[in-house]
């Protein structure tokens, strides 16, 4: 199922249920207007990023590939809304994913600085590159009562997703050796993609619960030296429910 596919989906049983008028009394705190949730889970998805450059060196051309990954982590967010209806609402909300610091293997081929074409191929290793993410989510929300105490949740939206990424990509050679000195950079950009998940809440009282969500939240990134940098991807966690 491609991401176009699932966002339309989700829209579509968004306006079909507001379009429905159903009348059922949400769960929660039957007059609330208001519904805040906080949450902490992971973002399972794991990638890799290569990377090739070259550069003039010893009146030859050194060049250098490198192979990184971005690993899984912990996923933090909250969300805020507004019920427009009974069933219906917007909200908006903001998660923040850290993922585990990564390595990155870099092997370069070094011209010999007196001896023509006979290059040195060198290895190492970068350590402690950092990945982050911040999103903010809009979101249409329909909520399904299935009982007075437990509902079922689709949300979906525009989202803007900002990233962080290290990148073992800065090289430099000492003058009149074949060394590799390697200098992580850090680059960023905001992308815009679109979030699209759905929930299970149970509800202790009126007013406070506990819900199960399971998201996806991602978008394409644009970085200078990493075209087409896929980010976000599916996330699950547990959060608190509040209506007011």
């Not at 989700?10 to 519904?35: E, H, I, N, R, W």
């Not at 973002?43 to 450059?53: A, C, F, V, W, Y």
């Not at 998660?95 to 600085?113: C, H, K, M, Q, Y």
């Amino acid at each position: 199922m491609t991401k176009s596919t699932l966002a339309g989906m989700v829209m579509a049983a968004l306006m079909l249920a507001s379009a429905s008028g159903a009348a059922a009394q949400t769960a929660g705190a039957p007059d609330s207007d208001f519904f805040f949730s906080a949450e902490i889970g992971a973002q399972p998805q794991q990638r890799s990023i290569e990377g090739t450059s070259s550069f003039p060196l010893y009146d030859e051309t050194a060049t250098v590939t490198t192979e990184q990954d971005v690993h899984n982590g912990a996923i933090f967010g909250f969300n805020a809304g507004y019920r427009l209806q009974r069933n219906l609402g917007v909200a908006i909300g903001v998660t923040w994913f850290n993922a585990r610091e990564g390595d990155a293997l870099v092997t370069a081929s070094i011209p010999d600085p007196i001896a023509y074409n006979q290059p040195r191929v060198v290895t190492t290793t970068a350590t402690g590159l950092k990945h982050s993410e911040v999103g903010v989510h809009l979101q249409a929300v329909w909520f399904h009562p299935v009982n007075d105490k437990f509902e079922v949740v689709l949300a979906g939206g525009p989202s803007i997703i900002k990233v962080k990424q290290d990148l073992a990509i800065d090289v430099t050679v000492p003058p009149g050796t074949q060394n590799v000195v390697v200098a992580p950079r850090t680059e960023s950009k905001n992308a815009f993609g679109f979030n699209a998940g759905f929930e299970g809440n149970y509800f202790f009282t009126p007013q406070y619960g506990l819900g199960l969500v399971l998201r996806y939240a991602g978008a394409t990134a644009d970085l200078p030296s990493v075209p087409d940098l896929a980010i976000g991807g599916l996330q699950v966690g547990l959060g608190l429910r509040l209506r007011f």
